[in-house]
């Protein structure tokens, strides 16, 4: 009885509230997200100036110093914020040596190695905080030896050279940057019996369009590419699992074993330095192809020029810092303050937002461009939370350590978190450097991509305000406009491949001539990059509506219809690899048509619920209804993860999207299905293209799988 | 404004309709699942009549009938249900022989291998369709040798062999069965040597108590034990994939270079043959560990007998028939009649029964005592229906096919929903033969401890009506009271082993002499099993009552502090077997810890909002808070599993339970631990004992995962 008085007493009262204050709708929040009166080109400049006025690698004080700022910076912004620290394997330089013996009588020149300050160099007094130029998780160790030209270091090159009748073996290569993952090119140069790596970048490569010299853009004849040459991810030494104190690792020689890191020593040298070298290589006249961006012809070798190759590294245990803020949501979870002994929030479904903070040196384009663009976004949802907004689901802002070395501070999160992540995580949106010049672009898994559309055609154009992004980009004619994610390229990998979360990656630009040098700083990007900081604004936009989107809409914004027809295009594709090899795609082709089915369904469940809810939502919560439909959209993507992993890849569970086995930049659709044809064609036996129709196989069931999830169904 | 009024309105009336008629708590209908006035033995005894009228082999017709009588059955109780259908490799026996040439000059002996029917024998008109003794999957091949007597066949049986320089290779062995799985026997055999094998089980191993001479309990002489010796589970054709229509399968060779399928060939006999060809061994006397149950003294050999052993099986693909009926939950879903374009019903939380159907002759005990109490469950189910009950999540009855082969109609279900069972399965409550004599015995995952014993407190034990079935099993001076479930005896394994589901398995008896022969029917139960069903009918209230705790209770019935104080007894079982071996458990004790405090914390928090609920609870639906507590309940099992699986048998992916190496039958925790503990042992190399705490690092990161789902956090 008195349970009926206090119910009619509530509807009374709450249905007054109700009429006298209605809140707005989310898409009023989401406008303003958007509008001038709460973006801030001038915040974004200021972060990006602190960021990035002292040099800050992986795991030195520094950078524990910008993750303090990152964190009060959160702070600052009203949001919950913490850091997670791990302790990871690293390198660092303790001393390099190249000494060029060129053929008689020419004097050796021993390179100095040094990207030298200019006139006015405002950077020139912390100079010396600079990181001597090297190889992250480089082997350390001497090699002498007559000089190879590889030109890219892929293995078509090298294949190229053993049909010119080159011997590598016991040569030091020299190989252009540009084409793979530095990691691969010192593999491969090992694999073909180098026993050292010197790698540069050519004029010709360091970006098309007008002047492609890189003085013009900001790159004296000193700039090094220094990066990392670990073919792995997370912590070498916590392979699978969290680099937390006092865990397990794996041992010097079980690290090396493992083939994920280098075993010949190697060095990045300038352009300069790498034209000198090449002035000292004999030999056959390399093709075309393989020649370089200015006057000098290229020559393959061996020698006669001799490199005498020195690195010598230290191998630490060091502290990175990965720093988070949170914004819970309203609806997913409900917080209750009364509801028992522990903290209230409970935290129920994510939408991730990561970008990595460690640089080779000042990283103003890479990657604090993203990191700025981040903590602007901060700032702006701050000011919609000030006039009342919430998401319904809680929003994660991600800032990583130790990316650069090899996605280490983001990895290990995922390896510490899984099982969380995987019943949790809506998606996971990636922006590394947001900014290094001109032109969107973006990778995502599929059915992302209308949302990635919808979001374009919401934001301006930051280089030509009559039009929106979305204008541009798909004026642009590159094609395809959006890219996969199979590549190891940054923080999205082990969300997307180990666990199997959709992903997205955004920046603008491309190839930029200061990559990974002491020349990527906030002058740089004043005068090049970004100007009036207005691609960065831009880039944050886009990345902060999608996260708005996937946080607010009721109905997660994923359409698997567009899924199912990239997976039919890329099986399509694939057909042209399998003519007359007797291996069936019969099986893909039916597994996707379920797909098919099920993404074109479920999309009418949803129109149908959306239409006939009407008055029916404000009186009975509708809420597990709609979580069952989110929730089948939200774990379809993991069913395309197999347990069993790739073969002798089993850290990479994903079947679809993954990277190549020779590039680990590179996107692969389908990598079981590739790696074991690229194994069949070397092989050429019917137990090997009997392994090509298995993985397509596993591939069909995943996506089979997938669509059974997207149904909610079981057999 | 007129959504106010609706409000309004709809609020008196409904509290009016509440006021008047409020609805029972399901407690009410839970005592009347137990009531007499509810439970039918009558009905049990004639299910379990007709189930066994014929033999039912998996994959026979006779055993498609018996799905169409599940099935309509369960229709008849006004159950949707319906049958999934699997193509699975499955072998039958062509034919056999088994000669044995004694010592000169006596003459060979031809067994017959056959069963034979008894004066008034009501079967005898259908004993032509028993199939004729032999092993599933049994290798196809003629071998002679002498005879070597090998007691129960295990590793340790082998080695005392060797100690005592008897050689097994080139022999045919004859083994008892008893201490392990019949598929390990063989295997052993194999890998000592033998070229042959013979299996019959000694009047020493029937059971123990009064009369152990098998005839006192129904076994003619004639009786044999039929059953599998695949080592393996599902279909060998599809290790990791459902066995559907024009799926991939591994060919013949593959199967047999897994390991899983025997290489020699092998028939089972029955006692009195094994006691006669044990009267034809000569050489060392066994041990008085290793004779049998009657006058005859045992010896070794090799020979002087000789024993003609020739098997032939087909291979087919059969099509094997898993039936199910379904209850869908009011809550956990809701069902919306007019939502959308596609069929109401969403199934979001399940709570599974499950039995297997398919027996090697009529099945009697093994296993429709266990249909016959699935089927009367049904029916209670139904009268509680009809007077209003539904279950506040979704209860699944599943009857399996192919058990008796390899827990292949369950496998390859669970291989084919493993995505949608991972992410929305409670538990799985197993029962294979319900009952086979007096004397309750269960296994179960540990946070099931507590309702187990709840439940068993609840009803009244059928052999004696002054108390519980608790308190005669308490009272049994068995320990530990609740076995564990590594092993894989029967339909859990799927479950639990490779999804991480918690399970239970129950049942009445124990060993019994007619297991797997001609004789365990419908008369062999009568007059010995349970004359009454009342065992029958105990067996269906506890499983029932379980289900119904799971389906109904508002928080899962889970408790994970009983979990953890489990896994700290093991450890320290497991201490015993490292001393001085340089391996540390700290890592586990901590992880345990981890799990204490995480299991301790949400009892409070579950306390905390029951206390506080009170008034909220109806005007509120607290729905997502309480169903976000019940998700980490249940899913923190699933962190139990690695998805590496245990080394060398990457299918089993749970690392706390799993199948000993050398016993299916026999449970093990911490599976990979022991199998790295047993080859340190024998390798004594600091490499293999590295590889023990690299094993031990792996089940104490699995805990400490257990923990943070647990916790409902990431870091």
Redesign the interface.
């Known amino acids: 009885?008195l349970?009926?008085?206090?119910?009619?007493l509530?509807?009374?009262t709450?249905?007054?509230i109700?009429?006298f204050f209605p809140s707005p709708p989310k898409s009023f929040y989401h406008s303003l997200f958007l509008s001038p009166s709460v973006t801030s080109n001038v915040s974004i400049a200021n972060h990006l100036y602190t960021l990035t006025r002292r040099p800050h690698v992986a795991g030195t004080p520094q950078n524990s110093e910008t993750a303090d700022y990152v964190l009060n910076t959160f702070s600052s912004y009203s949001l919950k914020s913490h850091i997670?620290t791990y302790h990871v394997s690293l390198t660092y330089p303790l001393s390099r040596s190249l000494i060029l013996t060129p053929q008689q009588p020419s004097p050796p020149t021993k390179f100095d190695l040094i990207q030298k300050t200019y006139e006015g160099d405002p950077y020139a007094e912390v100079a010396s905080e600079v990181m001597p130029t090297f190889h992250g998780f480089a082997k350390s160790g001497t090699a002498s030896g007559p000089i190879v030209y590889v030109n890219y270091g892929r293995v078509e090159d090298y294949e190229r050279l053993q049909n010119i009748g080159v011997n590598v073996s016991g040569s030091i290569v020299l190989a252009k940057y540009g084409q793979i993952y530095r990691g691969d090119i010192v593999r491969n140069a090992y694999e073909a019996g180098a026993i050292g790596a010197v790698l540069y970048t050519d004029r010709k490569d360091y970006g098309s369009g007008e002047k492609w010299f890189p003085e013009a853009r900001g790159m004296p004849p000193t700039g090094v590419q220094v990066g990392s040459v670990y073919t792995g991810l997370g912590d070498p030494t916590t392979p699978?699992?969290a680099s937390v104190e006092e865990?397990?690792r794996k041992s010097v020689e079980e690290v090396e074993g493992s083939g994920d890191v280098p075993l010949i020593p190697s060095l990045p040298v300038s352009w300069a330095d790498g034209e000198n070298i090449l002035g000292a290589v004999g030999g056959q006249v390399a093709d075309d192809d393989w020649q370089g961006g200015g006057d000098l012809i290229y020559h393959i070798g061996p020698g006669p020029g001799f490199l005498n190759l020195s690195y010598k590294g230290e191998n630490v245990i060091a502290q990175i810092h990965n720093v988070f803020a949170v914004i819970e949501g309203e609806?997913?979870?409900?917080s209750?303050p009364?509801?028992?002994?522990?903290s209230t929030a409970?935290?129920?479904r994510f939408v991730l937002l990561g970008n990595h903070r460690d640089a080779w040196t000042f990283g103003a384009v890479d990657p604090n461009s993203g990191t700025a663009a981040l903590l602007e976004i901060a700032e702006r949802l701050w000011k919609l939370q000030k006039i009342g907004w919430k998401p319904r689901r809680t929003i994660i802002l991600c800032n990583w350590d130790a990316e650069e070395y090899g996605l280490i501070g983001s990895t290990e999160?995922v390896e510490?978190?899984?099982?969380?992540?995987a019943?949790r995580v809506v998606a996971y949106l990636n922006v590394d450097s947001a900014v290094s010049g001109p032109g969107f672009h973006a990778a995502a898994t599929p059915q992302l991509d209308e949302l990635l559309k919808q979001s374009a055609q919401k934001v301006q154009d930051p280089d030509n305000s009559s039009q929106t992004i979305y204008e541009s980009w798909a004026g642009s004619a590159k094609s395809p406009m959006i890219e996969r994610l199979g590549g190891g390229g940054s923080d999205y990998a082990a969300f997307l491949q180990h666990v199997g979360i959709p992903a997205v990656d955004l920046f603008y630009g491309g190839g930029y001539p200061v990559y990974h040098s002491m020349y990527d700083d906030y002058v740089w990007m004043e005068k090049f990059g970004d100007p009036m900081f207005q691609r960065h604004v831009a880039v944050g936009s886009l990345w902060g509506l999608m996260a708005l989107r996937l946080a607010d809409d009721k109905f997660l914004p994923f359409d698997y219809l567009a899924y199912a027809k990239e997976l039919q295009k890329s099986t399509k594709d694939l057909e042209g690899d399998l003519t007359d090899t007797g291996v069936s795609l019969v099986?893909m082709f039916k597994a996707i048509g379920k797909l098919r089915d099920a993404g074109s369904?479920i999309n009418?469940?949803?129109?149908?619920?959306e239409e006939?809810q009407g008055?029916k939502s404000?009186?009975k919560?509708?809420?597990?209804?709609v979580?069952?439909v989110n929730?089948r959209l939200m774990?379809a993507e993991?069913?395309f993860t197999d347990?069993?992993?790739l073969f002798e890849r089993?850290w990479y569970?994903h079947l679809i999207y993954g990277p190549s086995k020779h590039n680990d930049y590179g996107s692969k659709s389908f990598p079981g299905i590739n790696d074991a044809i690229e194994n069949a064609r070397k092989l050429n036996s019917s137990k090997s293209w009997h392994s090509v129709?298995?993985e397509v196989?596993r591939v069909s069931?995943a996506v089979a799988?997938a669509a059974?999830?997207l149904n909610?169904?079981?057999?």
């Open positions: 009885m349970k009926s008085i206090f119910i009619i509530i509807s009374i709450s249905s007054l109700f009429f997670v699978g699992w865990c397990e609806e997913e979870p409900e209750f009364d509801a028992g002994t522990e409970i935290l129920c999160w510490e978190n899984r099982e969380m992540l019943s099986p369904n009418g469940l949803i129109k149908g619920i006939k008055w404000m009186w919560t509708d809420s597990l209804q979580r069952e929730d774990m993991r069913a347990r069993d992993g089993q569970k129709q298995h196989y069931r799988h059974l999830v909610g169904k079981m057999t």
